[in-house]
């Protein structure tokens, strides 16, 4: 049997369609993928700025030992640093939560917005 000028046709119709269908989804593959990164990128800065935060407060209650004159006065020194520490974990954990809520806000904005050749 040969191929009708029709066949041939629906042949090169539904190729176009799949080629089409490709080209969409890489598209939007490559959208998700850059969405991410700058998430990402985003929380990396943050963090590097709450690591020299961090580092910033250690110096400083090393400062502060230093021109202690007494015990008393050296554990209120370190019961401040401490105290500041542990709300930046606080915080931390709020920075983390809201990372990750976002992330995965932009993977399903991505996808609820419809996948290209698929059945949404």
């Given at each position: 049997m040969?191929?009708?000028?029709?066949d041939k046709a629906a042949s090169a119709a539904g190729a176009?369609?799949?080629?089409r269908v490709g080209r969409e989804q890489t598209a939007a593959t490559l959208k998700i993928?850059?969405?991410v990164l700058e998430a990402y990128e985003e929380?990396?800065?943050?963090?590097l700025a709450r690591v020299?935060?961090?580092?910033?407060?250690w110096s400083e209650l090393a400062g502060k030992l230093a021109a202690t004159r007494s015990i008393p006065e050296a554990l209120g020194a370190y019961q401040e640093s401490v105290a500041q520490r542990m709300q930046m974990a606080a915080d931390d954990g709020k920075?983390?939560?809201?990372?990750c809520q976002e992330i995965i806000g932009k993977i399903t904005r991505s996808f609820s917005q419809g996948w290209p050749g698929g059945s949404t």
């Open positions: 040969r191929d009708t000028p029709a176009e369609q799949l080629l993928q850059k969405d929380a990396s800065r943050a963090w020299q935060a961090e580092v910033a407060l920075r983390v939560s809201a990372e």
